[in-house]
């Protein structure tokens, strides 16, 4: 399982990295907007996206719309991780295809929850 | 152009109509409707500029009063916000710190009480009496550190969550300096419309992302999700 982390703040990718790690998901990347998160996803191989929105650069807004308007790419499994907490967003977010949604700041329950809710619905 | 002027001219209009000079009356009309073309452009470009400048005053006014009036406060709330989450999460952190090093203090001194007896028991120096209760040491030292280990890792994953605040407050804190840069703005535009010709002010757009919710700035109007309980139920009435 190989987890792509997308967000402007280094520390924040940090962070989730981290708690990836303690959650056993050890094989992560990082990327620091949706312009450099692309590439490394076309690439390939990346089996689950957690980003950011509001970042310079491409959004992660963008970057989800990117990713569903990509064959190759379209059922990437997507977890959104934001400080955006407006219901017009959220609404807009699950439009565009999103898998879950977290609200910064949050706890390392709440994004093991989303994580394996993700994951359950996959399997099924 | 006088009063007098515009007499004369007229009374050289009545002439002329009196004496049927048809060429002359048409000169004198057309003098005196020139007349009264210049002075209605002049007032009327005076009338423009005044509203023009009236105009820039009243937009320039009205974006330094929002200013005082709504973007300040609301400036000085989120940077209060700033200082209570890092305050929280200073808190976060030191209370960790302060639970984990007494515990790693007392698995330093049991390891280091345990492996003297050890060595002693490698070379043969332990009688059998006191062998036994070193194994039961062992044991319980093993249990004890399977606690303290567990306890470090969960303090150690509050500190890593603690450290959460540098992004919510950096996002806060681009907006603050985005609003100063705005004032300034407006501040140089005053000046110069102040000293000789105004200048045109730029004004800051409002995000398209609004960023971290700061509580009791960001939440009145209730378009908000306040916390991942509401966002987990709007997205479930959307069919999550």
């Known amino acids: 399982m190989k987890i792509l982390i997308v967000d402007d703040f280094s520390t924040m990718r940090r962070i989730i990295k981290n708690l990836l790690r303690d959650l056993g998901f050890t094989n992560t990347l990082e990327a620091d907007d949706g312009k450099t998160a692309l590439p490394i996803l076309r690439k390939g191989g990346i089996d689950f996206l957690v980003t950011d929105w509001n970042m310079p650069g491409m959004s992660g807004l963008d970057l989800l719309k990117a990713v569903r308007a990509d064959p190759d790419l379209g059922h990437l499994p997507v977890l959104m991780v934001t400080a955006e907490a407006k219901r017009e967003q959220i609404i807009m977010a699950a439009q565009a295809g999103v898998n879950g949604y977290v609200i910064k700041p949050f706890t390392a329950a709440t994004l093991k929850e989303k994580i394996d809710k993700i994951f359950e619905r996959i399997d099924n | ?240």
């Open chain 2, 1 to 240: 152009m006088t009063a007098i002027d515009r007499l004369k001219l007229t009374k050289q209009l009545l002439a002329a109509l009196e004496q049927g000079d048809e060429p002359g009356v048409d000169k004198l009309l057309d003098e005196l409707a020139a007349i009264r073309e210049t002075q209605l452009f002049h007032e009327v470009g005076r009338l423009t500029r005044q509203l023009h400048d009236a105009m820039r005053n009243f937009t320039l006014d009205a974006r330094i009063s929002e200013l005082a009036e709504h973007d300040i406060p609301d400036a000085k709330e989120r940077l209060n916000y700033v200082i209570s989450m890092t305050e929280q999460s200073a808190n976060q952190t030191l209370t960790a710190v302060e639970d984990l090093l007494p515990v790693a203090q007392t698995l330093n001194q049991q390891s280091r009480k345990l492996a003297g007896n050890w060595e002693r028991f490698l070379v043969r120096k332990m009688p059998y009496e006191e062998f036994k209760g070193m194994s039961h040491e062992i044991t319980s030292y093993f249990n004890e550190s399977r606690d303290s280990l567990e306890m470090m890792q969960k303090g150690l994953n509050d500190i890593l969550m603690a450290q959460g605040f540098q992004d919510i407050t950096g996002q806060i804190i681009r907006r603050v300096i985005a609003l100063v840069e705005d004032l300034e703005a407006s501040m140089v535009g005053l000046i110069r419309l102040s000293g000789t010709k105004s200048g045109a002010t730029k004004t800051v757009p409002v995000p398209d992302l609004p960023g971290p919710v700061v509580p009791g700035v960001d939440d009145a109007a209730g378009d908000v999700a306040g916390s991942q309980d509401e966002v987990d139920d709007l997205l479930s009435s959307l069919g999550f």
